[in-house]
Every structure is written in C-alpha cells, then in structure tokens.
C-alpha cells in the first residue's frame, strides 16, 4: 500500500464540494488529491442553476451559517464575473412575502423589498443575489486548486479502504449511497431547458398552487428554464413531455421565452439527504475519514462555508 505523507489528504469527488473543501484544504497548506469519477464539466454540480438561496437543506441553523459564509466569498468573486463565473443578479422569489422571511434575510440582504405588480402577478420579494454560471466556475474553482499545489486524478472508487491517505474526504454526493454505505441518501431529479435569451436579464423563481415550479436564470449566452424535483427518480434521460411543460410554465411568466429556440436539455440528480453529513470518523487504522455529503439542491449555496468546516473536521487532532 502506498505510504502516503503525513500533510496529506485525499478528497474523492469532484463536484462544487468536492472541489471547494480540496481548494480550502490546498489554501491552507495541506496537499490534496481529488479523486474523481467524472471530469468537472460532467459532475452533477454542472447541471446545476446555481442560484445562490437555501434550499431543501437540514440542519437549517447550520446551513444557514454555511450559506452566509458562502455568500460573503461570492460577493467578493462577483468583482471578477467573467474569471470566476460569478455575477449578482436581481429577481423575484415568488410565492414569498417579507412578513415571512427570516430575519436573517432581512438583515444581511438589506435590498429584499415586495414585488410590484408589474415585476410578479402574486405575492414575491425582489432580490439581488448571486448567480453563478458552473460552466465558468468549476473550472475556476479547478485552476485555483491546480495552482495551490492541489492535484486531480480521474480514478473511480468503489471502497474508501483503498484511499491510503492519513486523511480522506468523502464529498461523494449521490455516490455515498453505495460506498459508505448509506442508503438515506437519495436521488431527487432535476431536469432543465436552455434556450437561447430573448432578452432577459431577472430572474424568477415560482411555485403555482399546484406544486409545479418553475425559475429561469439569465446565464451568458443562455437562459436556463426549470424545472423539476422528482423525489427518488434516477434517469438522466431528458423527457421531452417534462421539457415541453417546463417552456410552458416560464412562458406563463414571461411570454417571450415561448419562442424562444432550444439549445439543449440537462438532467442532474440532486444528492438528497434528511440532514447534510458533515462529520469526523476515526478510523481503527489511525487514519482519518470526513464524511462531507447529502447537500440536496443546496450544494453551490452552501459550498464555501461547509467546505472550510470540512477543512477543520480534517485538520483537527485525534
């Protein structure tokens, strides 16, 4: 077995958390492998719309922190948009009222104000919050790490006994279900419509009575149109009826986007959990396990705060 030295640490997965923890990690002078499965242009974390908001994630005291946290470094990146992907975009959350938002909302995003009628039929809040396009910023996030000393290896693991590192974390996402093994993990499907931007530049996310949602966000060159979350559904095959109804419902918002030519569909299944798993396993070899999965359809929300917790969890004595 490899002897691996002492500084270093192994994180298996290669999505946003995989790659946020390992650059962290990197930052604060630990050599780090990324072991994944998949380049990042093929994670899941690539399919995502990535707007910065909680969403379907427990704990909710602690994922609030780490999205608070997350929010302050894409604020910062958001300086840099064309670099790191990362751009504060204004829009509407539909179906909210600011009697109902937590005071954290109120506080730290002093601009959250009512819709007015003309901006949103029902009742929203309008907000200026982060939009991060993942096509430009996996492959930041992959550079800064490459630059930090970091190292990434396409290797496929089907037990974490043959990662020989002193330190390894587990960022596995959906993968957790069968490595770990934990089957409380799940999947929760996302399908979504890109098509070319008829000129929008909000975005807006809604849920009719019904429970069907609907959201677009304005990314370069595109509009993302959603979408789904089909609890326990695992094809990564687009379906074409779902796709329809998704154009139809954004339509209703905005009706130029019913003529709007499609560019292509995305599937992703969100690694669902009851409660994101972020905790330290000692392991009866001396080494260390992180177990770092279970983040939902709240992965880029959360990313930098969980990963620097991550980073701790991996850094803290026996």
């Not at 975009?89 to 600011?98: I, N, R």
Request: charge should be negative; glycine fraction near 10%; charged fraction near 25%.
């Amino acid at each position: 077995m490899e002897i691996a030295p002492e500084d270093e640490v192994v994180v298996v997965g290669g999505g946003v958390i995989g790659l946020t923890t390992a650059l962290v990690l990197a930052e604060r002078g630990r050599r780090v492998r990324v072991w994944t499965r998949d380049p990042v242009e093929r994670t899941t974390s690539a399919v995502a719309g990535a707007l910065w908001w909680p969403y379907r994630i427990e704990p909710v005291a602690r994922a609030r922190a780490w999205a608070l946290r997350s929010l302050d470094v894409y604020e910062e990146l958001a300086t840099r948009p064309e670099a790191t992907g990362v751009r504060m975009v204004e829009g509407v959350l539909g179906e909210a009222d600011l009697d109902g938002a937590d005071a954290w909302a109120t506080v730290r995003l002093p601009g959250l104000r009512a819709t007015t009628a003309e901006e949103y039929t029902g009742p929203g809040v309008w907000a200026r919050l982060p939009l991060i396009d993942m096509s430009t910023h996996l492959p930041w996030l992959r550079e800064r790490f490459l630059a930090a000393g970091g190292a990434i290896e396409e290797r496929t693991v089907s037990d974490l006994a043959q990662v020989s590192a002193p330190v390894v974390v587990n960022c596995t996402g959906l993968g957790a279900r069968e490595l770990v093994p934990d089957a409380s993990v799940r999947p929760v499907r996302g399908q979504l419509v890109v098509v070319e931007n008829p000129g929008i530049r909000t975005w807006v996310t809604s849920k009719a009575p019904d429970g069907q949602m609907a959201y677009f966000f304005p990314q370069p060159g595109r509009l993302l149109l959603g979408g789904t979350a089909d609890e326990d559904e695992w094809s990564l095959e687009p379906d074409p009826a779902v796709a329809e109804a998704i154009v139809r419902r954004c339509a209703a918002l905005r009706p130029e986007i019913a003529g709007a030519r499609v560019l292509g569909h995305r599937v992703g299944l969100r690694p669902t959990r009851d409660a994101v798993r972020l905790e330290r396993e000692p392991l009866s070899d001396g080494r260390v396990l992180v177990h770092h999965y279970g983040h939902g359809g709240a992965g880029v929300t959360v990313a930098w705060g969980c990963a620097e917790e991550a980073a701790g969890l991996a850094a803290a004595s026996p």
